[in-house]
């Protein structure tokens, strides 16, 4: 065995400018001992062993050879390595940067204060920003807001492949087809995540309005413009982008000083008050059916909405249904609730049969809910018949008991021998439906489902899930602008006598109803959260948009740039 040493003393003595970057020797040490512990579990066959001077014992020390698995437990703990899963993924289409990952990831048991990511590409160490923030944001979405994950990872491709000139110490690389290889790794990463998580049990908790997931996936522009030895062309003033997807602070709120009366500033009301606990997977996952809808979806969706979807900024809510996205140097209108049906419609059928639960706190009677929305639909009326909508209502709760085991099996929705509705699916994490289009829902499972063709039934329950779960504006009225005047308070106005007083004689006062004003103002704004910081996010991971999208007016282009710039120019 050979035991290299190297000493070195008056580190930068005649070079002020960097002596002058040099912290203080603990603050140095720490960054040594953080470097060697890499390297210890990148190079197994290597022996590494580091000690403070004066120290007992070593900080670092790593016997090699030793399994990857054995160096990270010796290296940063037990705690650590037996929480570790590991990971593969290998691209061989050489036009798609062919490429091979081997790596260890943290399960949904471990537990850290902040992210620790260890990345070596063809054998040097380096970091990727948008490699870490992509994976980052599968933990977020998939696993609790706590949870920070670990993770090492070691990429080979062709050194042609990667760009090492886009930081002045060399640490930040850029690599070429970066996109593909970060969507590939993410979806590794979210699988083994999804498939690892059947003995995990989630505690209740709050969800804070400051969580913000962010997909950050580097442009192809900037890719190539940042290969060695090019130099960078001038965009012309009319092309450049005023905003990109990398800056979370270009809302239209940001402008607007305005704050709702009745919000709380820093937390959310849980979004998910409920226990969840990962179901076991079923071998009904694979299904032809469903497999079939699942590659439906993979191949037949918009190439364009796609890039569009994956690299927009979200500006605001322009107004109850429809949002402000801009991508590029173009601003569109995209319908929210057609949006966020068809997501949830896609994520009904990646998950089927593995599903979170929505534990109701109190299971709900199907037949009263059924009734429900029986009256809702025939309110506006004239024939409404207590006694028809009373049959209807008990017909269809006999069919929902009688197909209450696949329901449960495949979709998560669980209806008790007593005909109650005891829990729901977790289609979208961090997200909770409109718990009052409940009976709508059942409504629609009883009538609006062919039970007989094995394909069409699983796709019409998971369009109606999708379209239950669609963020859909609030029963109750938006609170900002007309729709105030639905919280003045009603008084009745005549003679004091006692008489009988018309339809037409009924005034509005002016003061509010403060209670339902601030509970239609929470609503509202727990909506916009989840448009904001779940739906969005969700659509750069998850979405394919199909064709349909882009003819139904689901997205409009308002502006151009390039032609805003030539109208101005005239001027």
């Known amino acids: 065995m050979i035991n290299y040493s190297q000493e070195v003393e008056n580190l930068f003595y005649n070079m002020t400018a960097r002596r002058k970057t040099l912290q203080n020797a603990s603050d140095d040490y720490t960054k040594i001992v953080d470097l060697l512990s890499r390297f210890a579990i990148h190079h197994t066959n290597i022996s590494f062993s580091c000690r403070k001077h004066g120290a007992a014992r070593a900080d670092v020390h790593s016997v090699g050879p030793t399994s990857r698995l054995d160096a990270i437990r010796t290296v ?5 390595a037996r929480n570790l899963m590991k990971i593969e993924v290998s691209e061989n289409d050489e036009a798609c940067s062919g490429f091979q990952m081997d790596g260890l990831i943290s399960n949904s048991n471990y ?15 380096v970091e990727c920003s948008a490699l870490k923030r992509a994976i980052e944001i599968v933990y977020a979405a998939t696993l609790p807001k706590a949870s920070k994950p670990y993770i090492y990872m070691s990429i080979i491709l062709p050194p042609e492949h ?25 979806s590794a990463v979210e699988s083994k995540l999804r498939s690892s998580n059947d003995t995990k049990a989630y505690q209740e908790q709050d969800v804070e309005s400051s ?40 809302r239209l709120h940001a402008y607007v000083q305005m704050k709702q009366p009745g919000l709380p500033e820093s937390s959310l009301p849980a979004v998910r008050s409920f226990v969840r606990q990962r179901r076991n997977p079923k071998e009904s996952a694979n299904l032809t059916s469903i497999q079939d809808l699942v590659a439906d979806i993979d191949k037949n969706f918009h190439a364009g909405l796609l890039n569009t979807v994956r690299h927009c900024v ?43 639960a929505i534990q109701l706190s109190n299971p709900a009677p199907l037949f009263e809910l059924l009734i429900l929305a029986l009256k809702e639909e025939y309110a506006n009326s004239e024939c409404e018949n207590d006694d028809f909508n009373e049959k209807v209502a008990e017909t269809s709760t006999k069919l929902l008991k009688l197909k209450a085991e696949m329901l449960e099996e495949f979709f998560c929705i669980s209806i008790d021998r007593n005909g109650n509705l005891a829990s729901l699916p977790v289609v979208l994490d961090q997200y909770t439906p409109d718990m009052d289009r409940v009976p709508e829902f ?44 639905f919280y003045k308070r009603i008084k009745p106005s005549g003679n004091s006598d006692g008489e009988n007083i018309g339809d037409d004689e009924v005034g509005m006062d002016n003061e509010i109803d403060d209670q339902l004003l601030s509970e239609a103002e929470t609503i509202w704004a727990q909506r916009e959260w989840s448009i904001q910081h779940v739906l969005f996010p969700s659509m750069k991971l998850f979405f394919k948009p199909p064709h349909s999208l882009g003819e139904n007016g689901t997205f409009v282009r308002v502006a151009s740039l390039e032609k805003l710039y030539k109208i101005f120019e005239r001027c």
């Open 76 to 80: 940063y703990g037990a705690s650590v």
């Open 111 to 125: 537990v850290a204060k902040k992210i620790m990511m260890v990345l070596f590409i063809n054998g040097r160490m």
């Open 162 to 186: 990667v760009d090492v000139n886009v930081h002045p110490t060399k640490k930040e690389v850029s690599l070429l087809n970066q996109e593909v290889i970060i969507e590939r790794i993410q």
């Open 211 to 250: 969580v913000a997931y962010q997909m950050v996936l580097s442009n192809d522009d900037t890719q190539n413009s940042s290969k060695s030895g090019s130099k960078s062309q001038k965009v012309p003033v009319h092309k450049m982008v005023r905003a990109d997807s990398t800056d979370p602070a270009g």
């Open 314 to 356: 979200y500006i605001g809510m322009a107004d109850d249904v429809f949002a402000l996205l801009q991508h590029g140097t173009h601003l569109y209108l995209a319908n929210v609730v057609n949006l966020s049906k068809e997501l949830m419609y896609q994520q009904v059928l990646r998950r089927f049969a593995h599903f979170n």
């Open 442 to 485: 059942m409504l629609s499972l009883a009538n609006d489902i062919d039970w007989e063709d094995e394909k069409t039934c699983l796709q019409s329950i998971s369009a109606a899930i999708g379209n239950f779960y669609a963020m859909h504006p609030p029963l109750l009225p938006n609170p900002s602008g007309d729709g105030l005047q």
